[in-house]
C-alpha cells in the first residue's frame, strides 16, 4: 500500500509541493492552520472598499519559470497580466521628471547605449558595473561590488533592489540580487516582462490550485494547526495536531514542512533558519486610474515604491517599511495619498476610502548573515523535508523562490 505524504502548510510552498505530488502513487493529505490557503500571497473582502483586496502586491516576471508552470498547471496562465513590453515607468516626485528603462528582447543588451531607453542622466558605461554583482560571492555585500549612489543608483538599481530583496540594497546580499539579474535583465526584455494578477493574487495562484488539488482526490484540512513532531529512529513517527488526537505515520509515510520559518524552528530540533526579518506596507485606494497610465509605475524621492492600477484600486507598496510602522495611520495614509495623486492627477485633498496594510515580518532580511542561517530542503530525518522561500532557493524571499522550493520537496518526498 503506497505512504502517505503530509504537506503542512499550505502557502504557495505548500501549494506548489502538493500539485508536484502524484495522487496515484501516493496518498496527498493538505493541512493548514488557518480558515485559508495562500499564506502571505492571499486575497480577502475588504468591507471597507467593499472589494476584494490582496494582503499585498507580488510582482512576477516573464523569466520566472516556476511561476509559469504553476500557473500553467493550475488553469490560471491568463489571470497574470504582461505589461505590453519589458519596460519600467518612472517618476520622480521631487522634479516632476518621467522616464522608462526599456531593455531589448534579447541577451545582448543593446538598449543601454540608446538614451530613450536608459535612465536620464547616465551613459552606457555606467551599466557595465552590474557585471561585478553577476559574480558576487556569499559574503558580498551590493555596496562592497557596485557604486550606490548617482543617478542609475537612484533612478533604477534601487527602486528594483529593495522590491527583491525587502532589505535595504546597500546592505543587502550581492549574490541574491545578482541571482535574481542574472533570472531576469541579464536574460534580456523576454524574461523581465512583469506579469501582475489583476484580478487578485487568490484568482491567479490560489483558489485554481485548491480547484485542481480537489480534482486530484488531494484531501485538504484547514484549521488544522500542527503542535508537534513525534522524532523517533531517525523519522517522523507522528504529527500531533491540535485538538485531535496524533496522526500515527506509517513506514512509507512522509512530511512535507511548508510553514514559515519561525515556526518550522519551533518543530523541528536544531533547524537553523533565519532569525530577522523585514516589514512591507501596502496602502489601497478606492480610486481609478486614468486613462493610459501604466500598469505599475516606480517612485523615487517619495514613501511610495510602486504604484499598481487595478481596476477601480489605486494600490502602494512600500519594501524595507520597519521605519514606517509606528506611524500614525492618518499620517501614513495621506502622505501616500498626496504621492500617488501626484502621478495620477487626482485630487490630493480628496481622500478617497483605503486601507493599510503592515506586514512586520513579510520576509527574511536578504543579507549575507541571514542568507548563510537558511537551510537546505533536507533534514535529519529521512522522511521530513522542507519548504518555504525561506529555505535555501538561491533566491531571495520571493513568489519564486516559494514554488521552486514546493518542488524541490516534493521530488524528495516522492523519491
Not at 93 to 115: D, E, H, K
Not at 125 to 151: F, H, S, T
Request: charged share 25%; with cysteine.
Amino acid at each position: 500500500m503506497p505512504g502517505t505524504i503530509h504537506v503542512v502548510g499550505a502557502g504557495l510552498a505548500g501549494l506548489a509541493a502538493a500539485l508536484k505530488l502524484d495522487p496515484a502513487r501516493r496518498r496527498v493529505v493538505l493541512h493548514e492552520a488557518s480558515r485559508h490557503a495562500g499564506g502571505r500571497c492571499r486575497s480577502y473582502h475588504d468591507p471597507a472598499l467593499g472589494m476584494a483586496i490582496d494582503n499585498g502586491n507580488h510582482l512576477v516576471l516573464s523569466g520566472n519559470a516556476a511561476v509559469a508552470d504553476y500557473v500553467a498547471a493550475v488553469g490560471a496562465s491568463d489571470k497574470l497580466k504582461p505589461t505590453r513590453d519589458a519596460a519600467f515607468d518612472f517618476a520622480d516626485l521631487a522634479t516632476g521628471a518621467r522616464w522608462q528603462v526599456i531593455p531589448n528582447a534579447g541577451r545582448l543588451p543593446w538598449w543601454i547605449f540608446v538614451a530613450r531607453r536608459r535612465v536620464p542622466g547616465t551613459g552606457w558605461r555606467d551599466y557595465l558595473g552590474l557585471g561585478k554583482l553577476l559574480r558576487a560571492g556569499p559574503r558580498d555585500r551590493i555596496q562592497d561590488v557596485m557604486r550606490c549612489e548617482g543617478p542609475l543608483w537612484d533612478r533604477l538599481w534601487h527602486p528594483l533592489l529593495v522590491a527583491a530583496l525587502n532589505t535595504d540594497p546597500k546592505t543587502s546580499s550581492a549574490a541574491l540580487a545578482g541571482a535574481v539579474i542574472r533570472e531576469s535583465l541579464a536574460k534580456g526584455g523576454d524574461a523581465c516582462r512583469p506579469l501582475v494578477a489583476t484580478e487578485g493574487l487568490a484568482e491567479a495562484f490560489v483558489d485554481p490550485a485548491l480547484d485542481t488539488l480537489r480534482k486530484r482526490g488531494v484531501e485538504i484540512r484547514f484549521d488544522h494547526r500542527l503542535r508537534g513532531l513525534t522524532l523517533d529512529g531517525g523519522r517522523v513517527s507522528a504529527l500531533d495536531f491540535a485538538d485531535e488526537e496524533s496522526t500515527v505515520l506509517q513506514p512509507g509515510d512522509g512530511v512535507i514542512l511548508a510553514v514559515t520559518a519561525p515556526v518550522a524552528a519551533t518543530l523541528v530540533p536544531g533547524l537553523t533558519v533565519p532569525t530577522d526579518f523585514r516589514s512591507i506596507v501596502n496602502a489601497h485606494f478606492l480610486a481609478d486610474a486614468p486613462p493610459g497610465h501604466p500598469l505599475m509605475i516606480g517612485l523615487v524621492n517619495s514613501a511610495s515604491e510602486w504604484v499598481f492600477s487595478f481596476a477601480g484600486r489605486l494600490s502602494v507598496t512600500i519594501s524595507d517599511a520597519d521605519r514606517f510602522l509606528d506611524t500614525p495611520k492618518e499620517e501614513l495614509v495621506a502622505r501616500l495619498w498626496r504621492e500617488v495623486a501626484a502621478v495620477t492627477g487626482h485630487d490630493p485633498d480628496v481622500l478617497p476610502r483605503h486601507r493599510i496594510i503592515r506586514e512586520k515580518r513579510a520576509t527574511f532580511a536578504a543579507s549575507p548573515e541571514q542568507d548563510a542561517l537558511r537551510p537546505g530542503p533536507e533534514t535529519a530525518w529521512r522522511n521530513l523535508v522542507l519548504a518555504g522561500d525561506w529555505t535555501q532557493t538561491g533566491l531571495p524571499s520571493t513568489i519564486e523562490g516559494a514554488i521552486r522550493s514546493g518542488n524541490r520537496a516534493a521530488a524528495l518526498a516522492m523519491r
